[in-house]
């Protein structure tokens, strides 16, 4: 296991060193999105509703709206600055019965372990908890996120619950508990009689996850007929793809007689060149195209002059007659 949590257990002016561990696992048969086609991967990427560009974790913060509709933005730095004292410590607050805590406020459990030299006070808290028959009520900042915890001893080591707050517990608000609903007492008898034949230690590794099993049968039957292909090997583009999105919008607007620059600052330099050289095809042009019009004027008056050259005996004998 790897710890994922560092600091100390704190009651009275003891201090405990300690590192956290999650106590649980998933166990469920996790699928990936492909394309049903081909079994590529199906990518989800991160885009700006505004400007529909991609998004990297570095430029993400979290926001929060206002009943108004504003938007109130939160930093890394910002909760950095959050004064919580628990962001180190587990701070235990008082000692109750484990009973007068109903299971709905838990969430999630952790394993702690004495960190180098704190075995010796962590094994007495240990003790005096068992001893004592109770749990301790602690304070801890997890994620970015402070919770009330329990604190308890299993099979020698102390498990810390994370805890919903009163507020986070929804109240039920079903419209049968407002009717006046009564049952027999021969029902109820007979209700009893059956949880009570039903009856017996609680023993979780008699029940299996008859679903998980069945998943797991048919992957094996359809590996075993064959039923499976090569996972398609993708060359990942990544960043390049937005680099060469920009690169060629910016050649468009060169060519559209734009002054759009790429935006690697390397290549600032050959762009004011660009529209230089492709000036001197248009000068080109303009000259073939001069050249071409005096050639056909030129043409023109020869032709002309030929005409008239061969038209003027006619005419001169006609004046004389």
């Known amino acids: 296991m790897r710890s994922i949590w560092r600091g100390a257990v704190s009651f009275g002016l003891v201090s405990i060193g300690v590192k956290l561990y999650s106590a ?20 989800y990427q991160r885009v700006c509703s505004i400007d529909g560009e991609p998004v990297e974790y570095s430029e993400i ?17 910002d909760f950095d600055e959050l004064p919580l004292s628990t962001r180190r410590e587990i701070d235990v607050l008082e000692f109750v019965e484990a009973d007068q805590i109903d ?10 372990e004495p960190d180098g030299p704190a075995t010796r006070p962590y094994v007495l808290l240990r003790d ?15 994620r970015q996120r ?23 517990i929804r109240t ?54 064959g039923d499976v292909q090569p996972v398609p090997e993708v060359a990942d583009t990544g960043a390049a793809v937005v680099d060469l999105m920009s690169a060629l ?17 390397k290549k600032a330099a050959p762009t004011a060149k660009v529209p230089a050289k492709k000036a001197a095809p248009a000068k080109k042009a303009a000259a073939a195209k001069k050249t071409t ?10 032709t002309t002059a030929k005409k008239a050259a061969a038209e003027a005996p006619a005419k001169r004998a006609r004046r004389s007659a």
Not at 61 to 77: F, H, M, R, S
Not at 103 to 112: C, D, G, Q, S, V
Not at 129 to 142: C, F, M, R, S, Y
Not at 293 to 302: I, R
């Open 24 to 43: 649980t696992e998933d166990k469920d048969i996790r699928f990936h999105q492909v394309h049903a086609t081909d079994g590529g991967r199906i990518k």
């Open 61 to 77: 913060a979290k926001g929060y709206e206002l009943p108004d509709g504003q938007l109130v933005i939160l930093t890394d730095e």
């Open 103 to 112: 299971p709905i406020h838990f969430e999630k459990t952790y394993y702690l």
């Open 128 to 142: 005096a908890l068992e001893n004592a028959g109770q749990v301790a009520i602690t304070k801890i900042a997890l």
């Open 146 to 168: 402070e919770s009330l915890a329990a604190l308890r001893v299993r099979d020698g080591v102390l498990v810390l619950h994370t805890m919903r707050w009163p507020d986070e």
């Open 172 to 225: 039920p608000d079903f419209g049968f508990l407002d009717e006046d609903i009564s049952v027999r007492p021969q029902e109820l008898q007979m209700a009893e009689a059956l949880i009570s034949s039903m009856s017996g230690e609680f023993d979780p590794g008699e029940f299996t996850d008859d679903y998980r099993a069945a998943m797991e049968s048919l992957i094996e039957a359809k590996t075993t007929g």
């Open 249 to 265: 919008r910016a050649s468009v607007e060169r060519a559209r007689g734009g002054d759009a620059k790429p935006a690697p600052a």
């Open 293 to 302: 019009a005096a050639k056909k004027t030129t043409t023109a008056k020869k």
